[in-house]
T-cell receptor
Framework: AQRVTQPEKLLSVFKGAPVELKCNYS??????LFWYVQYSRQRLQLLLR??SRESIKGFTADLNKGETSFHLKKPFAQEEDSAMYYC???????????FGGGTRLMVKP | DAGVTQSPTHLIKTRGQHVTLRCSPI?????VSWYQQVLGQGPQFIFQ???????GRGNFPDRFSARQFPNYSSELNVNALLLGDSALYLC???????????FGPGTRLTVL
């Protein structure tokens, strides 16, 4: 069975501070991991996926297979980063995403 | 394109009733997925359809069913509603299997 754990329900930081949203996964196959974000009153949308290895809005995430983690990082948080963040894992067939419980990021001025 | 659309926006039902939720994917997208999001939790996979065929089913009882139509729109049906079915039901579409999911705004179902 595949499982995604986001240990923090809420993360509060000041503007300009570094941010790390934690994500751990459990999966017996080759994992494909994603971060989805939901801004206030907006739809859930893809932020980044590990295979693309790109930085989106200053965020990066590295897949660590040894630690089974896919933490989301940003060196300097902005107020507009305040949102709900979900880590998600795809099965090998690509037909199912397993989401974590989500972390609410609050960036204070 | 308005993106993925879902109807209705909100719905209130009583226990034992039946409900049908509808989803229209982004034009050109052939895959539709359904997720249930209970308050305070992440979305949980219910079904995926691709080219009108069921390609995946999550751990939900048989009271939950879905279908995809020739125009790629989809319906989610839930029979014999329980209080625990109260949730936000999200529909997502993708061009093909395995690509980025585009989510709709959701249908908020309340079961009394």
């Amino acid at each position: 069975a595949q499982r995604v754990t986001q240990p923090e329900k809420l993360l509060s930081v000041f503007k300009g501070a570094p941010v790390e949203l934690k994500c751990n996964y459990s999966y017996s196959g080759s994992p494909e991991l994603f971060w989805y974000v939901q801004y206030s009153r907006q739809r859930l949308q893809l932020l980044l996926r590990h295979i693309s290895r790109e930085s989106i809005k200053g965020f990066t995430a590295d897949l660590n297979k040894g630690e089974t983690s896919f933490h989301l990082k940003k060196p300097f948080a902005q107020e507009e980063d305040s949102a709900m963040y979900y880590c998600a894992l795809s099965n090998n067939a690509g037909n199912m995403l397993t989401f974590g419980g989500g972390t609410r990021l609050m960036v204070k001025p | 394109d308005a993106g993925v659309t879902q109807s209705p926006t909100h719905l209130i039902k009583t226990r034992g009733q039946h409900v049908t939720l509808r989803c229209s994917p982004i034009s050109g997208h052939k895959s539709v997925s359904w997720y249930q999001q209970v308050l305070g939790q992440g979305p949980q996979f219910i079904f995926q359809y691709y080219e009108k065929e069921e390609r995946g089913r999550g751990n939900f009882p048989d009271r939950f069913s879905a279908r995809q139509f020739p125009n790629y729109s989809s319906e989610l049906n839930v029979n014999a509603l329980l209080l625990g079915d109260s949730a936000l039901y999200l529909c997502a579409s993708s061009l093909v299997l395995g690509l980025e999911l585009f989510f709709g705004p959701g249908t908020r179902l309340t079961v009394l």
